[in-house]
């Protein structure tokens, strides 16, 4: 009798271990469709980085070592303790580890890798800034974050032996700014411009903010470097393309089976960046006691009445070049950009290229790691605002299992050269 409970228990046993073997069976071969989709979310089909006309200095090694010393430069704040780095630590990947940013005050999202981001026409999650040079300088003056004061980083600049001679190689001579008088120490343009800053000549002011916008410039050359690295994913699409074997395991090819197909993540994190660097709606929770955000729809506003944007006077081509990019062409994203209903409560798509140590993930760290990000798709509940694009997914644990791990192998040291990922020596 024992015995043949005993068979009946290893045949049960067999059974169940048969239908798991199955479900997570990997889906080879592909067929001719899902190889096309693997290889268009391969790194290497990501084009090289374009130009920026509204960058002149974009591609200028000695714009980035300017933006790279300034990253990591804290007198660039009113403590003289915060840097871009505070937040954005490269043994992090450019994150900071923690729910939503702290400063010299609480920010109200997560810190966001800048890795691969120069790819993007927006930036922010709610993408309410449109080029990287102009990301920069907010920051800068974010009372919670650096809350220093654009005249005060000119005065920097200009009292500094090295940075101003590379200043001024990049960009032409600065202006008087020993003059005090004309220049005077205090002057706040932002949030809100002081009587003091008022009381200075426009032309004077004018030429404040262009040297600021060059800093964001030089700021923005260095963040240009700061690409993603190769993946295991890549050489998993790599020896599919070439026909050699792969180095890729069941797990991992499941995974990339069910992001593909059934959980359809492809509709908007696709692309060898894995965004679609669209908006939408994912339903996640606000932060306990806090308002839901807005996302998107709120950051219209600021973005189209930005002196800073793609229209305003300071993104002209600084060099005067002979043939300057008509406003019409260079700010298309801008000009023609939506501004519709279901853009309530919607976030910009991150790239999933690098996950690891970028946890808490979304746009307020709702999610402590990605199997808790998993299982809000997997529910796919009701926004608390607008309406939540994501459908319910209803995948066993297994299958959440080898989504993750799917998403871990897109996970590579970035492509950065070491000099680049280190404060600046000396
Ligand atoms: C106090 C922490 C903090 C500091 C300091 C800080 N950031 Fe950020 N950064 C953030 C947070 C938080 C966000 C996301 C905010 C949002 O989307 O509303 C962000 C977003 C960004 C983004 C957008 C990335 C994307 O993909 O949308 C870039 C680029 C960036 N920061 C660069 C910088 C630079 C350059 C500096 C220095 C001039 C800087 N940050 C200083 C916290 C910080
Ligand atoms: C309808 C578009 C859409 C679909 C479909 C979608 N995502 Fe997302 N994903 C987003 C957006 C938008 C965010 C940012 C949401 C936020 O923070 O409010 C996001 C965030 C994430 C994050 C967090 C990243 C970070 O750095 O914080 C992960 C991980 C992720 N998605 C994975 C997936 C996976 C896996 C699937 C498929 C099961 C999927 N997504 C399907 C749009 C989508």
Not at 331 to 358: D, H, W
Request: charged letters at 15%; proline letters at 8%.
């Amino acid at each position: 009798m024992t015995r043949l409970r005993l068979a009946a228990a290893i045949l049960i046993l067999a059974l169940v271990s048969l239908v798991i073997a199955y479900v997570q069976r990997p889906p080879d071969p592909w067929t001719e469709d899902e190889l096309n989709l693997i290889q268009s979310l391969a790194l290497y089909t990501l084009p090289p980085l374009g130009g920026d006309p509204t960058n002149p200095v974009a591609d200028s090694t000695q714009a980035a070592i300017l933006g790279h010393t300034i990253f990591f430069d804290t007198r660039f704040s009113a403590t003289a303790g915060v840097a871009c780095s505070t937040c954005h630590q490269p043994a992090l990947n450019f994150t900071d580890g923690r729910v939503v940013s702290l400063a010299i005050g609480q920010a109200k999202r997560n810190a966001p890798s800048i890795i691969g981001t120069a790819y993007s026409p927006w930036l922010y999650w709610d993408g309410r800034k449109d080029s990287l040079w102009s990301q920069a300088l907010a920051p800068l003056e974010d009372p919670d974050e650096h809350g220093g004061d654009r005249l005060q980083f000119a005065h920097i600049v200009y009292a500094d032996p090295d940075y101003r001679k590379t200043y001024e190689m990049l960009f032409g001579p600065m202006p008087n700014l020993a003059n005090r008088q004309r220049f005077p120490i205090g002057a706040r343009a932002a949030p809100q411009p002081n009587s003091l800053w008022l009381a200075m000549d426009e032309a004077d002011r004018v030429a404040v903010n262009a040297v600021f916008a060059n800093l964001g410039r030089a700021i923005a050359a260095y963040e240009r470097l700061l690409l993603p690295g190769f993946s295991r994913f890549d050489q998993y699409a790599l020896a599919l393309r070439e026909g050699y074997d792969p180095n890729y395991t069941r797990l991992e090819k499941r995974g990339l089976d069910l992001f593909i197909n059934q959980a359809n993540c492809t509709q908007c994190h696709n692309g060898p960046l894995f965004t679609n660097n669209a908006f939408h709606n994912t339903g996640l929770l606000s932060r306990p006691g806090h308002l839901p955000d807005t996302g998107r729809i709120g950051a219209i506003d600021s973005l189209q009445s930005d002196p800073f944007n793609c229209l305003g006077q300071y993104a002209a081509d600084t060099r005067q070049q002979a043939d300057p990019v008509n406003p019409q062409q260079r700010c298309a994203e801008l000009i023609f950009m939506g501004t519709g209903k279901t853009l309530v409560g919607a976030f910009r798509t991150p790239s999933l290229r690098n996950l690891a140590k970028t946890q808490p993930y979304g746009h307020a760290g709702q999610f402590e790691n990605l199997k808790s990000v998993l299982q809000h798709y997997n529910n796919a509940p009701d926004a608390m605002i607008g309406h939540n694009e994501a459908k319910p997914l209803n995948l066993w644990p297994w299958e959440l299992n080898a989504l993750e791990a799917f998403l871990l192998s897109l996970q590579a040291p970035p492509e950065v050269a070491p000099r680049w990922m280190n404060p600046p020596a000396g």
